[in-house]
């Protein structure tokens, strides 16, 4: 059963990068069926997706935030992470990370996501 | 982007009562070419991920109790408790993967009356 957990630091300043790693766990990253994504979850909102990375290194990026973020894949380590650059307030925001099925180039739901971590910005 | 509306936003009903939550989408997330809605539906219960409960709009997941369903086509979408417990209280929230990006609804509230 594949499990996700992500990791980084809780506090953050403005302008400030944001980094985050989401550690996978039964199963790997290589796996050609799916997309490793990062979402998002302000306070008392509704969830954004923010991208998704393949196990190519090929990416697509929400363009609401595409020129601040950046996701990469360790297939070392069976991680993938989140580099978000000069946050501010607004970003503050549990962080999940999730998987997503692709079938014939379709991606699919999200299932599992890990437990969440959240981000606060603040001077 | 699809925008994903949902209503209401918060909802409270007595247990063993039915719930209903509805979806739009800002364009029709019906596939001609299978016939298939690309929605999902997700529980979130607090201090926790959401839980994938339906996909296709209409198929549950493994493991879903047969209370919940999820039913319509094209734009309108709706999910259903049928006898509502005390363990269903949670923020409800559909998805489309229709397109890039894959957007979410607001998310409706469910509370015991």
């Known amino acids: 059963q594949v499990q996700l957990q992500e990791s980084g630091p809780g506090l953050l300043k403005p302008s400030e990068t944001l980094s985050l790693t989401c550690t996978v766990s039964g199963g790997s990253v290589t796996n050609t069926s799916y997309y490793w994504n990062w979402i998002r979850q302000p306070p008392r909102k509704g969830l954004e997706w923010i991208g998704y990375?393949?196990?190519?290194?090929?990416?697509n990026y929400n363009p609401s935030l595409k020129t601040r973020i950046t996701i990469s894949l360790d297939t070392s380590k069976n991680q993938f992470s989140l580099n978000l650059s000069s946050v501010t307030a607004a970003d503050t925001a549990v962080y999940y990370c999730?998987?997503?099925?692709?079938?014939?180039?379709?991606?699919?739901?999200?299932?599992?996501w890990g437990q969440g971590t959240l981000v606060t910005v603040s001077s | 982007d699809i925008v994903m509306t949902q209503s209401p936003d918060s909802l409270a009903v007595s247990l063993g009562e039915r719930a209903t939550i509805n979806c739009k989408s800002s364009?029709?997330?019906?596939?001609?070419?299978?016939?298939?809605?690309?929605l999902a539906w997700y529980q979130q219960k607090p201090g926790q991920p959401p839980k994938l409960l339906i996909y296709w709009a209409s198929t549950r997941e493994s493991g879903v109790p047969d209370r919940f369903s999820g039913s319509g086509s094209g734009t309108d979408f709706t999910l259903t408790i049928s006898s509502l417990q005390a363990e269903d209280v949670a923020v409800y929230s559909c998805?489309?993967?229709?397109?890039?990006?894959?957007?979410f609804g607001q998310g409706t509230r469910l509370e015991i009356k």
């Open positions: 990375i393949y196990y190519t290194g090929s990416t």
């Open positions: 999730a998987r997503a099925q692709v079938v014939r180039g379709e991606k699919r739901w999200f299932d599992p």
């Open positions: 364009q029709s997330l019906l596939y001609s070419s299978n016939n298939k809605n690309y």
């Open positions: 998805q489309q993967y229709y397109s890039t990006p894959p957007t």
